[in-house]
């Protein structure tokens, strides 16, 4: 069986994603609400027509904390701090800021392509169990996905029938 999970177009869908990677970041200040107008800017409009994944979404926020990070030990350091001189629990927050996020947009490279996405929408249409009967599914596996005949090829290849009430499109 095929699981087929879209990658979000547009901003709007990606900030669900990247406001649940950034619930534990300190952000500066109204940050959340620029986020949207920064991928657009400093990433998908680089590579025309990508859309950003969760993993893609995840190594932007980690790229942004990361540079913050290096940022704040940098000013401690211009400061005359060096380590162990801090008492515990007086370091200062690590707070990203719109920089930081440009500065790791330049590093992210969407891992899917237009045309990939646009294969995998093919895949999904075709080996769907909805609207079209299953389209080449059936021929492949010796009947329709549903059809006892797609089971009994999936059982001769080693794998377990689906349990009893299992339904692959919930």
Do not use: C
């Amino acid at each position: 069986a095929l699981l087929y999970v879209y990658v979000p177009k547009g901003t709007e869908p990606a900030m669900k994603v990247l406001k649940a990677l950034t619930r534990k970041m300190t952000l500066e200040e109204g940050l959340v609400d620029k986020l949207p107008l920064l991928m657009e800017e400093h990433i998908l409009k680089r590579h025309k027509g990508a859309a950003l994944t969760g993993a893609d979404m995840y190594g932007w926020a980690s790229a942004a904390y990361l540079a913050a990070l290096k940022r704040t030990v940098t000013e401690l350091i211009a400061n005359g701090y060096v380590a162990g001189s801090l008492p515990d629990g007086e370091a200062p927050p690590v707070v990203v800021s719109a920089a930081d996020w440009i500065e790791a947009g330049l590093g992210v490279r969407p891992s899917v392509s237009e045309a990939e996405i646009q294969d995998y929408e093919g895949m999904r249409e075709r080996y769907s169990n909805t609207g079209g009967g299953g389209g080449d599914a059936g021929s492949k596996a010796g009947g329709t996905p549903s059809s006892p005949s797609a089971r009994t090829t999936s059982n001769q290849q080693g794998r377990a029938p689906p349990k009893p009430g299992f339904d692959p499109s919930n």
